[in-house]
């Protein structure tokens, strides 16, 4: 049975959650573009729509490889390894927040190589470190987006109009779900 709670029990956390999807929105978008810079035709952004952000990650990363050299290929398979990180982080606590007893958690389920629960507590101040992660994310992926921009204007253009690569954020650490077995033990004979 889900407790009774009042609109307004959780409202520091609501909030940042909120902050967190509204990021995570901003970021997607940021890596539509990235792969719209490198099949800028509307066939191509019809195609995109359809697309999951795997998928995205997928053609930017074989766009990358087969259209571009080093510095820039580094560059945009660093945001590809930040936007799937962080992937990891959102997923986890927006597809697993709930009610917890008498209180909000994270719990979600796998079944690769056994049955697991994985449970965190959900926490304000997760949820901001998260949004702080998002929002290097958006402007990395921001200053790669100018700097193709940039390429494509004529030579003539005034130099303001050209922007270097941005410098690569550290990447965050891969998201370490606790877990614990589902595995029933089997009853002594």
């Not at 009042?6 to 997607?28: K, M, T, Y």
Request: charged share 25%; proline share 6%; aromatic share 8%.
């Amino acid at each position: 049975m889900t407790p009774s709670f009042q609109r307004g029990d959780f409202p520091a956390i609501c909030a940042s959650l909120g902050e967190l999807i509204v990021r995570w929105n901003d970021v997607e978008t940021n890596l539509h573009l990235l792969v719209h810079a490198f099949a800028p035709s509307s066939e191509a952004a019809v195609l995109m729509t359809h697309m999951g952000t795997t998928a995205l990650c997928d053609a930017l990363r074989t766009f990358a490889l087969k259209h571009t050299e080093e510095p820039k290929r580094g560059t945009l398979l660093h945001f590809i390894e930040f936007f799937e990180r962080m992937r990891e982080y959102r997923n986890f606590v927006v597809h697993g927040i709930g009610h917890h007893g008498d209180k909000l958690a994270i719990r979600t389920f796998s079944a690769r190589a056994g049955h697991y629960v994985h449970e965190a507590s959900a926490s304000e101040k997760e949820c901001d470190n998260i949004n702080e992660r998002l929002e290097t994310l958006f402007m990395f992926g921001a200053g790669l987006i100018l700097h193709l921009a940039g390429e494509r204007q004529p030579i003539s253009a005034p130099p303001k109009l050209r922007l270097g690569l941005p410098e690569k954020p550290q990447l965050p650490d891969r998201l370490k779900k606790p877990r614990r077995s589902l595995k029933r033990e089997a009853a002594p004979a």
